[in-house]
């Protein structure tokens, strides 16, 4: 069963502005999807809409097996949104908020308070539970808004820049927490600007631009596209000039640390020989750059030129 189907989707607002003009998206029940694209180019106003915070122009959103336009109750049930901003009263506290949420959907105060406990603990959020959430670090504040989306254990949740501005650590570690979210069936669609992010946990991925539907495609085969990759080397003695290899890209980053592009049709394994060949020893290697931003970038930049 498709988790999100999209069909014919067009919004244009009073001012002439056309934000979509008639995409068409599928996500698979128990899929972990990103959506991106470039600032203004339609991603707020496809959620918005999905979440019925919208009004599309024309076409078809259907949520499981609910009609948004048909069936708008059923298919709000079945959505948990977290969107970019806080959004919620920070002069209450976390369980108050996440109990409030599960009134909306009708829940016995009992359920209400076993599914609030459980969301938060979820969320590492419990031993904060009664804290005025203003006084929450920025990640905790984050990790409140993900806890309300979830409460009524929605079978979509979207996710809208759910890390921006928090530290590494706390991005990494909500990662691992909506992997698990995810293991254990929920359906994620994720938008951020983060691609280190995308790559990371999702596995299918639509690429949003000028209001169109640019890419529609698994994580896997559009990372293959890639013609190169891009490495920094750190080697073990000082370099006094720049090395050259025929068919890579080498520069000085300092004395012991090389920027190297690698065609993907030469790989590794020449480099090295290369590198050994001059008596450069090579301590450690990691990715220069994050595979998916080169792509997005090139794929934003055709569609532009088109």
């Not at 599928?26 to 470039?38: M, Q, S």
């Not at 698994?218 to 003695?237: N, P």
Request: charged share 25%; proline share 2%; hydrophobic share 40%.
């Amino acid at each position: 069963m498709k988790a999100l189907s999209i069909r014919n989707l067009k919004k244009i607002y009073a001012n002439g502005l056309v934000a979509l003009k008639g995409i068409d998206l599928d996500v698979e029940e128990g899929d972990f999807f990103a959506l991106l694209g470039p600032n203004g180019a339609g991603k707020s106003t496809t959620i918005g809409i999905i979440s019925s915070l919208v009004n599309a122009s024309s076409g078809e959103v259907q949520i499981f097996d609910a009609d948004l336009k048909l069936n708008k109750q059923l298919a709000k049930s079945y959505l948990g949104l977290v969107p970019q901003e806080v959004n919620f009263n920070q002069f209450e506290t976390a369980r108050d908020i996440v109990m409030t949420q599960a009134g909306y959907y009708g829940m016995s105060r009992k359920e209400a308070a076993k599914q609030t406990e459980r969301y938060l603990r979820l969320m590492h959020l419990w031993d904060q539970r009664n804290i005025v959430s203003r006084r929450l670090s920025g990640g905790m504040k984050r990790r409140v808004m993900i806890a309300r989306a979830m409460v009524h254990q929605p079978k979509l949740l979207i996710l809208d820049e759910p890390t921006a501005g928090v530290d590494i650590e706390i991005r990494r570690s909500m990662w691992e927490t909506m992997k698990q979210v995810n293991a254990q069936g929920t359906t994620i669609i994720l938008t951020t600007h983060y691609l280190e992010e995308a790559e990371s946990l999702c596995r299918n991925i639509a690429i949003i631009n000028q209001g169109e539907i640019v890419e529609h495609t698994d994580m896997q085969s559009l990372l293959a596209r890639l013609d190169e990759e891009h490495f920094i080397c750190d080697v073990k003695s000082p370099l006094q000039k720049i090395v050259n290899i025929p068919g890579y890209k080498i520069d000085l980053i300092n004395a012991r640390k090389l920027s190297v592009s690698v065609p993907k049709a030469l790989g590794l394994n020449k480099l090295f020989q290369g590198l050994s060949a001059q008596q450069i020893e090579v301590t450690s290697l990691k990715n220069g750059s994050n595979r998916l931003e080169q792509l997005f970038l090139d794929l934003i930049d055709q569609d532009n030129s088109a």
